[in-house]
């Protein structure tokens, strides 16, 4: 067990890797009435193709999705019901490269915490439930395909990546899932649902050593090695630099994205890129006072840094009139910031501005679980984090501007009436 | 847990009053300064536009620009300006939340002293192009009230539910009163809301010693003849059920149903009333759940929840068009079964579990451990949250049902397909 402490935050963090080969990280917090507990799985929407027992296998889009919604139900019932007559709400989400399912209540917790670590190792699928759940995510997936923040987004992917798999849709299609069996969400279950594959996250008032020995009595050591993902080579360029969408909407909704070397991105780059992005386009910079007086914009642009196994993508979003002329005055803004470098003053006044804001953070317990969980999944954590920012120096991010941020490689994806 | 004694009221200046809510586990310090205001029609919009303009700019941050990158350079401090509705007032509502650290917090109490007493000024008013930037937002923002169509049925049934009351009046106001605010009047308007309305400051966090004298220096104004706002009223009308109907180019229609309470806002009808709403519709083993979505599968959602101050309970359900009469005859049928019939225990429990839940989890969060001390220091009760949940526990099925009794039907709205 590993004990961390952080003097300025004020907080300490317990780590610890499990005789299953589960990691588990716990964050006390004491006088905190509500406590939540995550279990994720490194495996999300892009494990689509990998190697199993030494063969390849080729799973249809969303199967990692399809599984999250079918892992709740037992032979028994619904585990939603049990955690709800327990005190505590329970939920689930799926992202690029992991699944994650969580709880949180303000008693019961050890109850809890066992009905959350039971439940992911227990598989049960049948064809009845499995065709079932087609209709329900069939509708999720159309909700989707509504909603212009969505399409906006994965247009701007589609436009970016050749092969890679992030560009597809987190719940796959209508067509894709129409594919799913029960055996298919057994065999991807059994490939990727390993405890050497596991991180948990424990936020709360509690006592770290109960629930290390409860974590460690309950998880369950097993012969199963994550399967190994394949991907096909992916070049740096973009496949088209403009990509524009119709929908029903007042204002149109752009996503100005950058494509990144996915190469080496640890966590001081993760944060680097963060404060970069905010130094060029936030709602203090120069840039957004310029577009702001200009018309283009009247609220400011969302800004947004994500990377994992061979993808790594910054996106400068928000509404405009006129994307394409917004686009525009952020790429010129880059062009000119990558010859003069960044003000002292201002890169001084944003690093405090992401201390501040990291500080604050801690004053939630969902917003350290979810925080944590993000980058425990690559063996990280949050001090790393913090030390990483209050570390930060102006000719890094210069630096990352410098080579990093290519206008060859830009995607302007747009959704308009 | 925070106690009551936790809780400390500071006389500031005349109706001004500081209540501090000590609490030591968090990383920031949140101050909120209320400046209470009778709601009216009168007033609402010109209140909605005079955030808006004091959230911009200030004297010492004359741009918009200046003033967001002071409150990064105070460790991204988080500030905001906005006009609440409790009951039958509106308060205009500065929020600052700042690092725990006494310094910083000093910084963001100077930072809000620079807001409230020196604005920007300009010839005895508010610098014109900022009003009239702010009046065309909230003109926008006004005619955007539609777009969620389930939100819009919810403001149209409390506007026809109270038409002849104050909370019938749209709290971020009327685009037909925006013309007639200009800089000179508005400006006249927040002088005279400085001068005699009652203001709140409510600090949760950790104190700093400084606190009470940056806090004395916001409000230069001589304060006297301090309005006396009156407490908001719950009536229960006897009068037929009002029905209105309204179309729009939707797919799916948006049913809303108001109904007034005779049982007061605090103490043991107020308590059997929050359990009664509970097990009535707040959750997905909710009555209305089980009886209109499940079993009828006449709705995607339907829910309940109370308006505390006027005890007037809502229930909502998207549904189709065709389905009208019948959902509204299933819910009035649900709401007469519980008048005569006894809830399970089942129930009760379930519902008791999930308040409590929702009850403690407050402690978790400063704006809303503020939100319910002032909920309760505006309605006159005096619960701290240990106590409230306490009284939860206490109500039987007999107070459940008395609950049920003590509602009837005011309106029914329904916004229907083209």
């Not at chain 2, 963001?108 to 920007?120: A, D, N, T, V, Y």
């Not at chain 2, 777009?147 to 009327?174: H, M, P, Q, W």
């Not at chain 2, 839940?357 to 505006?378: A, P, T, V, W």
Request: glycine share 6%.
């Amino acid at each position: 067990m590993v004990i961390k402490k952080n003097d300025m935050l004020n907080e300490g963090m317990y780590i610890k890797t499990l005789s299953s080969g589960a990691k588990c990280y716990i964050i006390p917090k004491s006088g905190y009435g509500e406590a939540q507990a995550i279990a994720a799985f490194n495996y999300g929407s892009n494990d689509i193709d990998f190697l199993a027992d030494g063969k390849e296998f080729n799973s249809p889009d969303g199967v990692a999705h399809f599984l999250e919604h079918k892992l709740f139900e037992e032979e028994w019932g619904n585990v939603f019901e049990e955690f709800s007559k327990n005190g505590a709400n329970a939920n689930a989400f799926t992202d690029f490269n992991k699944t994650a399912y969580y709880f949180s209540c303000t008693e019961k917790f050890e109850e809890n915490f066992e009905r959350l670590l039971k439940f992911v190792q227990s598989p049960y699928f049948t064809e009845e439930s499995t065709e079932r759940e087609k209709g329900i995510i069939g509708q999720e997936i159309t909700m989707y395909d509504d909603d212009p923040s969505w399409q906006v987004v994965f247009n701007m992917l589609r436009g970016m990546y050749f092969n890679h798999t992030v560009s597809k849709n987190i719940a796959g299609s209508i067509k894709s899932i129409a594919d799913v069996d029960k055996d298919t969400l057994y065999k991807c279950y059994k490939s990727f649902y390993c405890p050497e594959n596991m991180t948990v996250v424990c936020v709360g008032d509690l006592k770290p050593e109960k629930v290390f020995e409860e974590a460690d009595r309950i998880i369950k050591k097993t012969n199963c090695k994550r399967a190994k993902t394949i991907y096909e080579n992916e070049p740096s360029t973009v496949c088209k630099n403009y990509v524009e969408s119709k929908m029903e909407i007042s204002k149109s909704l752009f996503n100005l994205g950058f494509k990144i070397n996915p190469k080496d991105i640890n966590v001081k780059k993760v944060y680097g890129i963060k404060i970069l992005l905010d130094l060029v386009a936030g709602s203090g910079s120069a840039l957004y006072e310029r577009i702001y007086k200009a018309g283009l914009m009247d609220e400011e642009p969302g800004l947004q840094f994500t990377a994992g196994e061979g993808y790594a993508f910054a996106i400068i979003a928000g509404n405009s009139n006129d994307s394409k002329k917004t686009a525009d005055e952020i790429i010129n803004e880059i062009t000119i910031l990558k010859k003069l470098g960044f003000k002292e003053e201002d890169f001084e006044r944003i690093k405090k501005k992401h201390i501040g804001r990291f500080i604050r953070g801690f004053n939630s317990v969902d917003a350290i679980a979810m925080s944590q969980i993000e980058l425990g999944v690559k063996g990280e954590d949050l001090f790393d984090a913090f030390q990483a920012i209050c570390g930060m120096k102006k000719t890094y991010l210069e630096e990352i501007l410098r080579d990093e941020f290519n206008t060859d490689s830009i995607v302007l994806s747009v959704v308009k009436q | 847990m925070i106690e009551l004694e936790e809780l400390t009221k500071f006389n500031i200046k005349e109706g001004i009053t500081l209540h501090y809510l000590r609490a030591d586990k968090f990383k920031t310090n949140v101050i909120g300064i209320l400046i209470r205001n009778e709601l009216t029609k009168e007033n609402a919009t010109k209140n909605a536009v005079l955030a808006q303009v004091l959230k911009k700019s200030c004297d010492k941050y004359p741009t918009s620009y200046e003033l967001v990158r002071r409150t990064e350079e105070m460790f991204g401090s988080v500030f905001n300006v906005s006009v609440l509705k409790k009951g039958e007032e509106q308060i205009l509502f500065f929020y600052m939340e700042v690092l725990a650290n006494s310094k910083v917090f000093e910084e963001g109490l100077e930072f809000l002293r620079e807001i409230i007493s020196k604005p920007l000024i300009k010839e005895n008013g508010f610098d014109k192009e900022t009003v009239e930037r702010e009046k065309e937002n909230l003109r926008q923002k006004i005619r955007a009230r539609s777009d969620d169509k389930k939100e819009y049925a919810k403001l149209r049934c409390i506007e026809e539910t109270c038409s002849n009351e104050a909370f019938g009046v749209y709290g971020d106001g009327y685009e037909e009163d925006i013309d007639s605010i200009d800089c000179n009047n508005l400006y006249d308007h927040y002088i005279d809301m400085l001068k005699h309305s009652p203001i709140e400051i409510m600090v949760c966090g950790t104190q700093s010693y400084n606190t009470e004298n940056i806090i004395k220096k916001m409000f230069i104004q001589d304060r006297q003849n301090i309005i006396n706002l009156k407490p908001t009223i719950s009536e229960k009308r006897n009068n037929e059920k009002n029905e209105v109907k309204e179309k729009m180019d939707i797919l799916q229609g948006k049913l809303c149903m108001s109904f007034r309470s005779s049982s007061e806002s605090k103490g043991k009808g107020f308590f059997g009333m929050l359990v009664f709403n509970e097990i009535l519709g707040a959750g997905s083993n909710s009555r209305l759940f089980n009886n209109v979505r499940e079993k009828e599968s006449l709705c995607y959602y339907v829910n309940s929840f109370m308006y505390r101050y006027k005890m007037i309970l809502v229930i909502q359900a998207g549904i189709e068009d065709k389905n009208y009469d019948k959902t509204v005859k299933i819910i009035l049928d649900e709401i007469e079964s519980l008048k005569s019939n006894l809830v399970t225990e089942k129930e009760i429990e379930n519902a008791k579990i999930n308040l409590s839940r929702y009850y403690n989890g407050i402690e978790d969060y400063q704006s809303g451990i503020m939100d319910f001390y002032l909920n309760e220091y505006l309605i006159g009760s005096c619960e701290n949250i240990k106590s409230f949940i306490e009284k939860i526990n206490k109500v039987n099925v007999e107070d459940v049902r008395k609950a049920a009794e003590s509602i009837s039907v005011d309106t029914v709205y329904f916004l229907s397909g083209k």
